[in-house]
């Protein structure tokens, strides 16, 4: 048995890892945000050489994600063709080390082989996802705890200053992308608080962490809108067996409508005002929209390509494309490289309502919609969100070939077998 699972404990450590480093070690450490990403990438090419070189661990990673397999090699083609271009539009000012440097949060995608592959050998995602919501539970609860401090005491015991800039909202400290996988752990807390019968405490103390530094620190709007409509997507498809108990989910989405219809939205429409206190955030998103209007008329196809933030700066001065989600994304990579978004979601999309029968499809549904309204301003594929595309993309052909689809059981079982054999060997 320890055999069997070696490969998938070492790809589960490893996934603690990247997760850790991406958040900057919980911030409670002076090291530079370059080496962390070097630490996490480093990490990423080790268990995908393991995975390509280890001709049992590939054909379990096929076997399960054939679409996944195949969308990773269209990925690294894709890249390639990006360099092509860019090099050969902007010349010397598009060397190949810069080029690597802006796309290296791509390599993250491949992560999906060896979740796979953990998902596969342990056949328990919820053990991955319990360990996702932890650990963003640490980050998060760190940061709420260092901005109460900072906001009553201006006390600073995190290095929070290193990673990120720090800025002022509503009289409070505010950082954004405080964790890629926010929105992942915020659901599935969610999930479980709603559809698991145990634990319930846990899951509420930790979702409830996660969405007070959301509100608290991060204030991001778009990302309380899509959060919101998920948690409401989940109460509203739950089931209720008795009338007592639909009784009270309609009392609670009345309560949650009257709340949100006479407080909450006019706010958020409030804030989305020109006029108002956070007018400047909505000018500069409109002017943003008209610049990549223009581009995507001249240059739509190819779009500017993949290049380093000084060229596009001086193209375009104080324009962020990664403000305006998918369009900012398609102005950067040009229209043609949206099938990099559209495939794997038409093919979700699928899954879903041709595929998963069970409960969790609930929450396999309320991610994709999460995907979707993030796609207007914080898209999955931008560098502050990518880690959260390759535990999508494994969740989703996971379930699809667990459930629905015919796959090679010879495959896994000869595999288990194997290991099983080795481990009687080596004693």
């Not at 328990?124 to 609860?141: D, E, P």
């Not at 709007?221 to 109460?235: E, G, N, P, Q």
């Amino acid at each position: 048995m320890w055999v069997r699972l070696r490969y998938s404990n070492l790809f589960l450590g490893a996934i603690w890892v990247i997760i850790i480093c991406e958040c900057n070690g919980f911030r409670l450490f002076k090291v530079e945000d370059d080496l962390y990403k070097a630490v996490y990438l480093a990490v990423t090419a080790v268990i995908l050489l393991i995975c390509l070189l280890n001709k049992d661990i590939l054909c379990v990673c096929k076997a399960y994600g054939k679409f996944t397999y195949w969308y990773i090699i269209f990925i690294f083609i894709f890249l390639i063709f990006e360099y092509r271009f860019t090099s050969h539009i902007y010349g010397n000012r598009q060397v190949l080390y810069d080029f690597v440097n802006y796309i290296k949060h791509y390599f993250l995608i491949t992560l999906a082989m060896p979740l796979l592959y953990i998902f596969t050998i342990r056949n328990n995602v919820k053990s991955l996802l319990n360990s996702v919501l932890l650990l963003v539970t640490i980050t998060l609860g760190l940061i709420l705890l260092h901005s109460l401090f900072y906001d009553w005491w201006e006390i600073d015991f995190l290095n929070v200053s290193m990673y990120t800039k720090i800025i002022s909202r509503n009289n409070r400290m505010r950082i954004w992308d405080l964790s890629s996988l926010e929105g992942l752990a915020i659901i599935y807390g969610s999930y479980c608080l709603l559809y698991e019968k145990r634990k319930k405490v846990m899951y509420l103390l930790q979702t409830a962490i996660c969405i007070a530094a959301l509100v608290y620190v991060e204030q991001t709007r778009m990302m309380l809108i899509s959060l919101a409509t998920c948690i409401l997507f989940m109460i509203i498809m739950k089931r209720r067996k008795t009338a007592e108990g639909l009784l009270t989910t309609g009392a609670l989405i009345l309560l949650l409508g009257i709340i949100g219809g006479f407080y909450v939205i006019p706010k958020l429409f409030e804030s989305f005002a020109i006029n108002s206190v956070n007018g400047a955030s909505t000018l500069d998103r409109l002017r943003e929209l008209r610049v990549a209007f223009y581009i995507l008329r001249n240059k739509g196809i190819l779009g500017l390509g993949m290049i380093n933030k000084n060229v596009q700066r001086h193209l375009f001065s104080n324009v962020t494309l990664e403000d305006i989600g998918l369009i900012g994304y398609m102005v950067q990579t040009g229209i043609w490289s949206v099938p990099l978004f559209i495939f794997p979601m038409f093919r979700m999309a699928l899954i879903l309502v041709h595929g998963i029968k069970e409960k969790f499809r609930i929450f396999l549904s309320t991610v994709y919609i999460y995907l979707l309204i993030t796609s207007i301003s914080l898209f999955i594929l931008d560098s502050p969100r990518i880690l959260m595309w390759p535990f999508c993309l494994a969740l989703f052909e996971f379930y699809n070939k667990k459930c629905f689809e015919e796959y090679d059981e010879g495959i896994i079982s000869e595999y288990i077998m194997n290991e099983e054999c080795n481990g009687k060997n080596s004693k």
